[in-house]
């Protein structure tokens, strides 16, 4: 990995543009030649990363891609990075739809024959948010996408968040420590955890008795663009890792609505379930894979530079 | 050199990014000024790396624009191997780092006239400061949770990297002397998603902060991150130290718990959340760095 740095072939202009109330922050890296060419956009997971991602996986994969001849284009979301703006938080259920929107509009201006867009987590519900919004789309990359159109994306996620976000802001006011210590909020908790968990697992076997499984819970933000880029014939990468918090609601929904679509999709969508976590990138082997699986990908699909558009 | 520009009228800063030196060795950068007055002066901003760099970077650039309302400049800036600038992570050592340093302390003296510097340093960053702001007569330094003894960069990193097992129900894996063992047997060490590499711990490995700082008094705000009500041990001692030699040592705890290395990226920028910590920065820097260097 570390010999790719070492030919740069690519030109790279940083670039502010506008996106809603916000300027956005983004690096255009422009293979070299003067020949037609896609332009991939890449975009982060929700939380405050950068353009960079996590370990510089996004300056790696656009200098690789630069090799194939493909441009790419990464930028910092409103209020991250470079970009002008705030965001506190990063809910599934509200892509940010108006970054990506600017961010294609920029990447049309520079004379591309198509676009590819990829994203990671909350970045692959946005892309997914935008895909029948793009005319000259010729691939998306879906990266650890969540299934549910929760707030955060899936229960395991809100679990952390209600435990750590509002729990950290709340629990060293002394009025809280004092009400949550109180003789009658134990009381509560005892009366209260076991019941829930008991009203849980009770409808958990009901659904495993009846046969039948409700698949309400599967979000129509992934759902539908899925299906829609099935439709249109629209090539996709699927990348999950086994110990993914959204992975086990993609195994569950493929029994239902997820299956179906991948059953019409045949090939054209193309999933990748990778041993161990790759949400998050903290593993070195889920970064390399993920980006030799984007190389292949790009490569066997014929998306490299001189491919004619859809 | 070709930057791209914003002028921000809300903030009132200007800010330039783009890519600086030849070829090869380009760093990315960062310029934020005043957009209606000429800078004051500047600040230098060292940057942490690996999960560190992500964690800070916002608060960095909201510092950059509070400075910029108080009239000063400010550079930032990613070091060759690091962020978008070229270069291989695994060549990261603290002397390419101070390297990088001087050159941004070259490009903002350029910009802002020969004006009066100072520097903030964040985490390791602090050690790239101190380097670079010895080499400046009385310059500010501002260090955010700085790691003052470069041996404990790596051995905090392992430390993470034992704790992320634990949390996610493994075995705890090699002690901290394995992997030490590991990292010179194989030339780097894999921590939660990042390349530790033997070079960085090597140039690191006996490296004192006040050593760095050299002897001429200077300004330092030392900032904690914590939720206790006193600066930790070591930082108390080491801010008394600074006081003995006559050095003007502000001390200051920013109730914040942030495990630097774990991968909650999402950091609190409100302005509760951080306004307190910016403000205060910027206020110090903008007092001390304007003041010019102590008698």
């Known amino acids: 990995m570390s010999e790719v740095l070492r030919s740069v072939r690519s030109e790279e202009t940083p670039v502010y543009f506008r996106a809603g109330p916000d300027t956005l922050f983004g690096i255009y890296s422009r293979a070299a030649g003067d020949g037609p060419r896609p332009a991939m956009t890449m975009l982060t997971g929700g939380g405050h990363l950068t353009l960079t991602h996590r370990n510089r996986l996004h300056v790696l994969l656009a200098r ?28 599934v259920d509200r892509p940010f739809t108006e970054d990506l929107a600017a961010a294609v509009s920029l990447v049309d201006g520079r004379a591309v024959t198509g676009h590819l867009l990829m994203g990671t987590c909350f970045g692959a519900r946005t892309v997914l948010s935008q895909t029948d919004r793009i005319p000259r789309l010729q691939g998306a990359v879906l990266i650890s996408p969540p299934i549910r159109d929760l707030a955060w994306g899936d229960p395991a996620a809100l679990r952390r968040v209600l435990r750590w976000d509002v729990w950290r802001r709340l629990r060293h006011r002394p009025a809280v420590r004092r009400a949550l210590d109180s003789r009658p909020a134990r009381e509560a908790r005892r009366w209260l955890v076991p019941r829930a968990r008991a009203a849980r697992d009770a409808l958990g076997r009901r659904a495993r008795t009846r046969g039948e499984e409700s698949f309400g819970w599967v979000g129509s933000g992934f759902l539908r663009p899925l299906r829609g880029l099935v439709d249109r014939g629209i090539p996709t990468l699927l990348i999950y890792g086994t110990e993914d918090a959204m992975y086990s609601d993609f195994e569950r929904a493929r029994r239902g609505p997820v299956g179906d679509v991948l059953g019409a999709a045949g090939p054209l969508i193309e999933l990748h379930v990778l041993p161990g976590p790759v949400h998050g990138f903290d593993r070195l082997d889920a970064q390399r894979t993920v980006m030799d699986l984007v190389i292949e990908w790009v490569s066997s699909r014929g998306l490299a530079a001189g491919a004619a558009p859809r | 050199m070709e930057t ?19 070829p090869g060795a380009r760093l990315f950068a960062t310029w934020t000024f005043p957009a209606r007055r000429a800078a004051s002066g500047g600040v230098v901003v060292c940057s942490s790396i690996h999960p560190e760099f992500t964690k800070n970077y916002r608060r960095e650039v909201l510092v950059a624009r509070a400075l910029a309302g108080r009239g000063l400049a400010t550079l930032r800036f990613h070091y060759r191997g690091a962020g978008n600038s070229d270069g291989d992570t695994a060549d990261l050592t603290l002397e390419t780092m101070a390297d990088d340093a001087r050159r941004a302390v070259e490009w903002l003296a350029e910009r802002t006239g020969g004006g009066p510097l100072g520097f903030l340093g964040t985490r390791l960053g602090a050690l790239v400061a101190a380097t670079a702001a010895a080499e400046v007569e009385g310059a500010p330094l501002a260090l955010w949770e700085p790691v003052h003894q470069g041996d404990r960069y790596t051995r905090e990193a392992f430390r993470a990297r034992r704790m992320h097992r634990l949390r996610r129900r493994e075995e705890l894996g090699p002690s901290a002397e394995a992997l030490l063992e590991e990292l010179r047997t194989l030339g780097s060490v894999e921590v939660l998603g990042y390349e530790l590499a033997l070079g960085l711990h090597e140039s690191l490995a006996t490296v004192r902060l006040e050593q760095l700082t050299g002897d001429a008094p200077r300004p330092v705000l030392l900032v904690e991150f914590s939720l206790g009500k006193e600066l930790r041990p070591d930082y108390a001692a080491l801010a008394s130290r600074w006081r003995e030699r006559g050095w003007p040592v502000t001390a200051s705890l920013f109730p914040h718990e942030d495990p630097w290395w774990f991968t909650d990226d999402t950091v609190d920028l409100s302005a509760a959340g951080v306004g307190p910590l910016v403000s205060r920065t910027a206020d110090w820097l903008a007092r001390t760095v304007v003041s010019g260097p102590t008698p």
């Not at chain 1, 690789?64 to 970009?83: C, K, N, P, Q, V």
């Open chain 1, 64 to 91: 690789r891609l630069a090799e194939l001849g493909i441009d790419s284009f990464r930028f910092d979301f409103h209020g991250t990075g470079e970009s002008t703006g705030l965001v506190e938080r990063f809910r």
């Open chain 2, 4 to 22: 791209a520009v914003l002028v921000d009228e809300a903030s009132g800063t200007r800010q330039e990014s783009g890519f600086l030196g030849p």
